[in-house]
């Protein structure tokens, strides 16, 4: 049996069942917390038939985002270049020819700054979309679940 567990807000408790019950995913346990959450517990039998292309569709109902690590290491690395150049600025502040330093340190980082804004707009509109057509999605997961299952269910009483 594969296991699963989900934390969720206690107000989408029952649409989180609904989801997974159309995956073949049972409710074994629910736990309340104390901070309005709920941890819940699914099982499903990995022995149906249609196990694989059950999860290749479970799988399109996971969002494919812009990793969120790389906006960090952009900032991260603009951070560590403006850091260089106002520690060569303050340091070697009487021979400190800024022109170099400036291209070399500076305008790098204003670089990868604006990178991550542009990356994190892209990341923002990705998800606003994937929002959006949720509904649709829901729609198309449950209409592909039941004839998948049809199909199966058909070739079960046929033999």
Request: proline share 3%; with cysteine.
């Amino acid at each position: 049996m594969e296991e699963c567990q989900r934390q969720v807000d206690s107000y989408s408790v029952s649409r989180s069942i609904y989801l997974m019950s159309l995956f073949d995913w049972r409710l074994v346990k629910e736990e309340k917390q104390k901070n309005g959450r709920s941890s819940l517990h699914f099982e499903r039998d990995e022995t149906v038939p249609y196990y694989h292309e059950m999860v290749k569709i479970e799988e399109e109902m996971i969002p494919k985002l812009i990793p969120l690590w790389i906006f960090f290491v952009l900032v991260g690395l603009a951070f560590a270049c403006v850091t260089v150049y106002l520690i060569l600025f303050l340091v070697l502040r009487s021979n400190f020819s800024t022109a170099p330093y400036f291209y070399i340190f500076f305008v790098p980082a204003m670089v990868l700054l604006f990178s991550a804004t542009v990356l994190f707009y892209f990341r923002s509109r990705q998800i606003l979309k994937f929002l959006e057509s949720e509904k649709e999605r829901v729609l198309d997961v449950e209409k592909r679940m039941l004839e998948l299952k049809e199909r199966y269910g058909n070739q079960k009483e046929k033999s």
